[in-house]
């Protein structure tokens, strides 16, 4: 009894994966196609690179909603630099300077000003959404011609390069967070910011760290959704705020560690774009991806939690 | 040439130590010396500066002037992290070990063990943690275990494995036994006698009489932020110690005591759970009742447990008659009782309403028409009386409750309960941050209470306080009462004793 509701909070995620997985793989000949999982792949790829950026930050023990309002922005930077003619390096140099930038003045409003990382985050993003309006007139960007997709999409050999970068991120991300001196403190920061002052760790420094690589992180997801859609788009980031919020909640729960980690993420974003993916297939109405989501929220946190009520709590 | 010995042997030295705080002097030119391999104890009660004192050593405030010597070399500005490096260590009250990671983890965190390419050597990790707590006799825990696994009594034994394997050169220590039982504490000073042979320093902060006799060699004693006397454990006799400790001002009984207890208004019983271990009261009539005791003796706790919001082991609790059976802080309203909470910020009163929101809040049905409607009228009125009545210092009734003094916000607290027809009041520390006009004020309410028959439990731990306030005093320690006193017939110091955990005998 006790081993099964174990069991069950540990590999939630896990066994709800496989089950759609299997579910799908019946219900819908052209699902199993390496084409399509390919496909699928791509799809989380976005929405994964993007929550791991906010799992770091959450690692630290604060959130960012900005990445909403800084990666259009980005993506219209990138651009227009772009079709102003300007090299390829220059464009994604700006691009991260930007991110950078934006991450750093949230750190100082969060450790400095002590301001909480929820609300100026928002502030943030409602600001940097004027500031893309002031700076494009609300009109999409497009770089038809200006940039090759196959740099970010073409295959190496049966898989397109952008996966590939995901899966290396990962390993990158999984291993500073899980298994370097790094991760530990930044973790430590995040839970339990009085007792790590009193270990000798400046929850300060830390907790910039995170902003900034979460920034870093953001920067590259923006440059990818502009590769994506070939331009800058408006929607481009409201779009974006509720699945990577979903993927990086989802992910807390995942092995029953409840708190943020970049594992989860990535098996979060999967079970999204899988989502996507099969629900497009089955030719399912549009307004049914959104409804599955929720359910499987709400289930993922509701299976996490059982017999761990006061332990495993998903947190901001 | 002739040399001096001190000199040589002293490790640490604070010298004219000044920090203020906006509007206190909190450390007035303490001087603190630290022999190599001596258990110094620091003592002094609540509020005399050691607290601020051991703050500016671990380089979480700045002191605002003085000089700090550490191994012969003079320290200008440093942080938590520099004072950790250079030797010095420090266990707090409440550990400071994070929940959810592992005993090893624990043990290394700022230092963690790294492989060539820089990730965790979990194995050395685990080997090290295993041989820090072999190092002080603990071979029977599981370092994999996340430590809210553990008993506290295991979590400070790995508080102290992980400073000791930094192997600091001064180790503060504060007042570790306050959770822990007999047997773990007799294996702390093991420890600690053990460590002090290897030629550690310690400076063990507490107010425990027993410990200081048990294992220091000298003891320095603050109070109101001075430093009042340094001297060799063994020339100073308990008696002298607590003398020192309270000051010795003599206390001064304002308040008659009247009597008209034949009816009891407040029945606990072998009241058990949250850290109380036996808890009897009767409160009478037009009686107060002082309880008095060290912070961390279970004085909250009990108050908690009486009125209903924690749950009660064991135990039997009757107000006014009624017994609480199905025990809630609602029950206990409508039966009569009301809390003046000890953080009155957070639980007693709404910062954000006004003065007259607040005090009606508890009472709201005395001033609804049908159960339903607020009567605006009725409701002003009966708060004007209030805030008269309590002198209330402030411009309208309409005032947000944030922007009143520390004493006219425990008022409103106050008014709020008296709003409503309780018997039995129950304050928490009531007088904490409030000016000596204040503190007047709410003692004189406190016995206005009782002459109107209501039956008032006064919660504190300023013990002069107690004695001067109350008709009937009880003392705690460690969760239990320890001894109940007549202030007429008692003193400052026989109640301190008791609430060190002290006997009688040690007095003479």
Redesign the interface.
């Known amino acids: 009894m006790n081993f099964t509701k174990e069991f069950i909070q540990k590999y939630t995620v896990f066994i709800i994966l496989i089950v759609l997985f299997v579910i799908f793989s019946i219900a819908s000949p052209t699902f199993m196609q390496v084409n399509n999982l390919m496909n699928l792949l791509v799809q989380s790829t976005i929405l994964g690179i993007v929550g791991f950026g906010l799992a770091m930050i959450m690692i630290a023990g604060e959130i960012d909603m900005a990445f909403a309002g800084v990666i259009p922005f980005e993506g219209a930077i990138f651009a227009t630099l772009l079709t102003n003619g300007r090299p390829f390096w220059v464009a994604a140099l700006a691009t991260l300077a930007i991110g950078l930038l934006v991450s750093y003045v949230i750190s100082l409003l969060v450790t400095r000003l002590k301001l909480v990382s929820f609300v100026s985050t928002i502030a943030m993003m409602f600001l940097l959404q004027g500031i893309w309006y002031a700076y494009t007139g609300g009109k999409n960007i497009f770089l038809e011609g200006y940039f090759n997709r196959d740099m970010v999409f073409g295959l190496v050999g049966a898989v397109p390069r952008v996966v590939i970068l995901f899966a290396v991120i990962f390993i990158i991300l999984y291993f500073l967070t899980e298994q370097t001196p790094f991760g530990l403190r930044l973790r430590i920061v995040g839970e339990d910011p009085e007792s790590a002052r009193t270990m000798g760790l400046n929850p300060i420094v830390y907790k910039t760290a995170g902003f900034l690589i979460g920034g870093a992180i953001f920067a590259l997801g923006a440059f990818l959704s502009t590769a994506r859609m070939s331009g800058a788009l408006a929607t481009a980031g409201a779009n974006m705020l509720m699945p990577v919020m979903t993927a990086a909640f989802v992910g807390q729960t995942v092995l029953g560690m409840g708190r943020p980690n970049i594992p989860g993420v990535l098996l979060a974003a999967l079970l999204l774009g899988m989502i996507n993916n099969a629900f497009v297939l089955l030719r399912l109405p549009f307004w049914s991806v959104p409804i599955a989501e929720g359910l499987i929220l709400i289930i993922a946190i509701y299976l996490a939690n059982i017999n761990k009520r006061d332990v495993v709590q998903i947190s901001m | 040439m002739l040399k001096e010995p001190e000199v040589t042997d002293l490790i640490l030295e604070m010298k004219s130590i000044i920090k203020n705080f906006p509007g206190v002097q909190a450390l007035q030119d303490v001087d603190l010396s630290i022999k190599k391999g001596e258990i110094h104890a620091l003592v002094g009660q609540n509020g005399a500066g050691k607290s601020t004192l051991l703050k500016i050593l671990?380089g979480?405030y700045h002191m605002d002037s003085g000089k700090v010597t550490l191994n012969g070399k003079d320290l200008r500005r440093w942080?938590?992290?520099q004072m950790?490096?250079w030797g010095v260590s420090?266990i707090?009250q409440e550990l400071?070990?994070?929940?959810?990671?592992s005993v090893a983890?624990n043990i290394y965190?700022?230092r963690?063990p790294?492989n060539p390419i820089?990730?965790?050597n979990w194995n050395t990790m685990r080997a090290g943690a295993v041989e820090a707590l072999a190092r002080i006799g603990v071979t029977d825990l599981d370092v994999n275990t996340p430590v809210n696994q553990l008993t506290v009594a295991k979590q400070q034994l790995v508080a102290i494995a992980r400073v000791l394997d930094m192997d600091p050169t001064v180790l503060i220590l504060d007042e570790p036994t306050s959770r822990l039982g007999l047997e773990d504490a007799e294996r702390l000073f093991e420890i600690l006698k053990d460590m002090q042979e290897k030629g550690l320093s310690i400076i063990y902060v507490t107010h425990r009489l027993s410990n200081i006799y048990r294992l220091s060699d000298r003891i320095t004693v603050l109070r109101d932020g001075k430093l009042i006397i340094s001297a060799d454990t063994n020339d100073l006799p308990a008696s002298e110690l607590v003398k020192h400790m309270v000051g010795q001002e003599v206390v001064d009984r304002s308040y008659g005591s009247k009597k008209d207890t034949e009816k009891v208004l407040l029945q606990v019983s072998g009241l058990f759970g949250n850290g109380v271990n036996g808890f009897d009261l009767q409160l009478h009539t037009s009686e107060v009742v002082g309880l008095l005791g060290a912070v961390g003796a279970g004085k909250t706790e009990s108050v908690r447990l009486i009125f209903g919001i924690d749950p009660i082991d064991e135990g039997y609790i009757q107000v006014c008659g009624t017994e609480m059976e199905n025990h809630t802080p609602t029950n206990a309203i409508s039966a009569g009782m009301a809390l003046c909470p000890e953080d009155r910020k957070y639980q007693g009163l709404l910062l954000e309403n006004s003065i007259s929101e607040n005090v009606t809040l508890a009472g709201l049905k005395k001033f609804a028409t049908w159960n339903l409607f607020p009567n605006k009228k009725k409701e002003k009125s009966i708060v004007f009386e209030l805030v008269n009545r309590l002198r209330i210092t402030t411009p309208k009734i309409s005032t947000h409750a944030r922007s009143l003094s520390g004493g006219n916000q425990q008022k409103v607290v106050l008014a709020k309960w008296l709003c409503t027809d309780s018997k039995v009041f129950l304050f928490d520390e009531p007088t904490i941050g409030v000016d000596v006009q204040g503190k007047a004020e709410i003692y004189q309410l406190l016995h206005e209470l009782s002459d109107q028959g209501a039956g008032v439990l006064f919660v504190t731990s300023d013990i002069e306080e107690g004695l001067q306030v109350c008709d009937r005093v009880l003392v705690m320690f460690k969760g239990q009462i320890v001894a109940e006193l007549d202030p007429r017939e008692t003193n400052k110091e026989e109640a301190s004793l008791y609430a060190m955990g002290g006997s009688p005998d040690e007095l003479h």
């Open positions: 671990s979480f942080t938590p992290q950790i490096d420090f707090y400071n070990l994070v929940q959810s990671l983890q965190i700022g963690e790294k820089g990730l965790i």
